[in-house]
């Protein structure tokens, strides 16, 4: 089996613990990887001066690829979010959020499987704040056609290869003309012109938010622009658990960073308690990629086998405690471990 050089970057809080949580669940599975840390964060703040030291970002850029943990952004002040900056520096313009119904995880609603499409770099996070008055701001939301077409047609080129027949783009058109109406008019341009097999929808956002919370099962690709996407991601995690259930990735042309979507949660880091199934997922999620890209079916198999076995132990009732369990971090870790061994007939 080939060897992929990975960059991990714990993170902040609970990020260290989830890490090292999903490190040992994919070196018990085999996982053909190789880690190479560096640090993001606040973390990399006291010991490099920046929370996003260079370092940190040119090995992704060499290597292709990283496992991140949380990292911690100040609200209404401070640094700009490390996400951010990430996103930005690495063109990672696709977020990749799947959503879908875990047993053993009671919800609201049954049979979710739906995945949001989120263009990374532009809208009002392109972060263009201006002091317009001593009594006024000003945010500027900033849309382009290049951006605009390269979203849909990565939402488009996706959906076809994972055979989903459905996307959905949510927008605020009527209101906001030129931004939204671009990117509306770019993702109607590639579905006629590229992919008129796949079924397009369009919903005012407001109204397509309404529809998610009555039946989320009408849904398959949800593709948005940042701030929404941003929204919607979270919304559509609540249906299924919560944000300690679904996985992420931030995805470029040349790179992709695979990432646990909730907070770095410093109210419970250093207790043992955080639920590592966010990260795991998203590791998940990474081995596909690599071998997707490799055309690698032992990794894929690798990351089949991880995949059962933590459907296996939520299954089983082996839950940390946000999932009404009582197992700590490692201790769904081991649950996971004991599954595979199990499975593999060790």
Known sequence: MASYPVVVIPGDGIGPEVTAAVQRILQAAGAPLEWHER?????????????????TVELIRRL?????????TPVGEGFTSVNVQLRKR???????RP???????????????LVIIRENTEGLYSGIENHVTDDAVMSMKVATQTACLRIARWAFRFATRRRWSKITVFHKANIMKLTDGLFLRCARRVHQEEYPNIDYQELIIDAGCMRLVQD???????????????????LCAGLVG??????GANIGDEQAVFE??????PDIAGQGVANPLALLMSAVMMLNHLAEKAADAACRDTADRIKQAYNRALRDGAKT??????????????????????????
């Open 39 to 55: 640090q993001a964060g606040i973390t990399a703040l006291s010991a490099h001066g920046d929370v996003l030291p260079n370092e």
């Open 64 to 72: 292709g690829v990283a496992l991140k943990g949380p990292c911690t």
């Open 90 to 96: 690495l063109n990672l313009y696709a977020a990749v």
């Open 99 to 113: 959503v879908r119904n875990l047993e053993g995880v009671p919800t609201r609603f049954d049979n979710v499987d």
């Open 216 to 234: 989320p099962t009408k849904f398959q690709v949800l593709l948005l622009e940042n701030l929404y996407g941003d929204v919607v991601s979270d």
């Open 242 to 247: 919560g944000l300690g259930v679904v996985p």
């Open 260 to 265: 646990a979507v909730h907070g770095s949660a």
């Open 321 to 346: 405690r946000d999932l009404g369990g009582d197992l700590s971090t490692d201790g769904f870790a081991s649950a996971v471990i004991s599954r595979l061994i199990a499975a593999s007939g060790g």
